[in-house]
């Protein structure tokens, strides 16, 4: 499997292919974060934006400036949701000698880091505006739909249950890239 993830990043660009250890080092590294630093879910939203700029690297072969904040806003959404979730760990976390924001900072603290997170990953969402010409009404109203779903996380995982805090971290979160991709959509081929 290396050796075919290796091939297929030659067979994309050699950009991709000197990237390849980097993308290594988030993915394997991720694990062992959370014994150092705080910031691991921050971590992990680089490792799953990671994704987002490899796509645009394959395509295009090159680093642009508009590929950044949409790929920050990925990773800002993935911490924030990765925060809430954590909430419910904050005893064993803290038992085990091990980091985290709602370990560091509590239950308050951590729901403030991941509204502020979420609501950073919005402002990168809406750099679409910004920097691509395809953005108009159909990404304009995903976006109000996406901001309405994190708000409806954030309050839904404030009722604290498991079954509350994986609705909210999983099950809308699962819906907030296909509302994108649906404004994206309609934006191309429709509007």
Not at 174 to 182: G, K, R, T
Request: glycine share 10%; aromatic share 12%.
């Amino acid at each position: 499997m290396l050796a075919l993830l290796v091939l297929g990043a030659a067979m994309l660009n050699p950009l991709c292919l000197a990237l390849l250890p980097v993308a290594g080092i988030l993915v394997f590294g991720y694990s062992y974060t959370k014994r150092f630093t705080w910031l691991c879910h921050y971590w992990l939203g680089i490792t799953c934006s990671a994704a987002v700029m490899g796509a645009f690297l394959g395509i295009s072969g090159a680093f642009e400036l508009r590929y950044f904040p949409l790929t920050a806003g990925v990773a800002l959404w993935v911490a924030g949701f990765d925060i809430l979730y954590a909430i419910q760990d904050i005893s064993f976390d803290r038992s085990a000698g091990l980091k985290s924001i709602p370990a560091r900072f509590g239950e308050n603290g951590a729901r403030f880091f991941a509204a502020a997170s979420h609501l950073l990953a919005l402002a990168g969402f809406a750099s679409i505006f910004l920097f691509w010409h395809i953005a108009g009404i159909g990404l304009g109203i995903s976006l109000i739909l996406c901001g309405s779903l994190l708000v409806a996380e954030h309050l839904i995982a404030r009722k604290g249950t498991e079954r509350h805090v994986k609705i909210a971290a999983y099950g809308i979160n699962e819906i907030i890239p296909l509302v994108i991709l649906a404004g994206v959509a309609l934006d191309i081929y429709l509007l």
